[in-house]
């Protein structure tokens, strides 16, 4: 257990939907990334944030935003759905910015779009 | 922005063979290289990781080389063992706390 959580598992919606998937990182982790994993296209950076605000924001469309919360856990907001946004979407967290630590991954929420 | 190769994309060898698993990056500026294991249905976790002023950094059976003039590194695992097989995927960071930029992933399968 990597002491990240995500939240749903799984989630089934139609095209045109909006859905929210959230991310609790690891006690004491202020930087919180999204990533999105589609079968030919590896892992995607999304957008980062820290300690509640956003620090970069990598290939992620208009249609998807995110926030972190003073809590510091995050949410990715997927909306107007296309098929093409069926995928496997990874939060991970690492423990702030004064040095390279290891980013620790969440189990994941598999979206699918029908 | 950065951009990471990776090298094979699908890799298969015998148990006890080696494995070796190759990327470049662009950004000149990067100074951090983890590689990350993924298993089936599981997340990524991290297995190794080199910054730039080290050339070799080795753990056991696996070890991961730098070059930074080429900038390229690569991993490289000894004597495969079945549990081996998993999806392999090298990152690239060119300051602390700046997201990981992936490569696309080398699909290692280990056959007994």
């Known amino acids: 257990d990597s002491g990240v959580t995500q939240t749903p598992k799984h989630l089934i919606t139609a095209t045109g939907q909006r859905v929210t998937l959230r991310c609790s990182p690891r006690?004491?982790?202020?930087?919180v990334y999204w990533y999105q994993q589609s079968l030919d296209q590896g892992l995607q950076f999304l957008i980062q944030y820290y300690n509640g605000e956003e620090r970069a924001k990598g290939n992620i469309l208009e249609r998807f935003s995110a926030q972190q919360f003073p809590d510091l856990h995050s949410e990715l907001n997927l909306s107007s759905l296309e098929l093409g946004d069926s995928a496997l979407y990874f939060c991970?967290?690492?423990?702030?910015?004064?040095?390279?630590?290891?980013?620790?991954f969440g189990q994941g929420t598999r979206l699918t779009v029908v | 922005g950065e951009n990471v190769e990776q090298h094979p994309s699908t890799l298969s060898v015998q148990e006890g063979d080696s494995a070796v698993i190759k990327c470049t990056y662009s950004?000149?500026?990067?100074?951090?290289f983890p590689w990350y294991k993924q298993e089936l249905g599981k997340r990524p976790q991290l297995i190794i990781d080199i910054r730039s002023n080290v050339g070799e950094k080795k753990d056991q059976r696996i070890a991961v080389t730098l070059n930074k003039t080429a900038k390229h590194f690569s991993l490289h695992i000894t004597e495969t063992q079945p549990e081996d097989s998993a999806v392999y995927f090298c990152?690239?960071?060119?300051?602390?706390?700046?997201?990981?930029?992936f490569g696309k992933g080398t699909t290692l399968s280990v056959s007994s």
């Open positions: 990152a690239a960071s060119r300051k602390a706390g700046t997201a990981l930029i």
């Open positions: 991970a967290s690492s423990v702030d910015l004064t040095a390279h630590t290891e980013a620790f």
């Open positions: 006690s004491g982790d202020l930087s």
């Open positions: 950004d000149s500026a990067s100074n951090y």
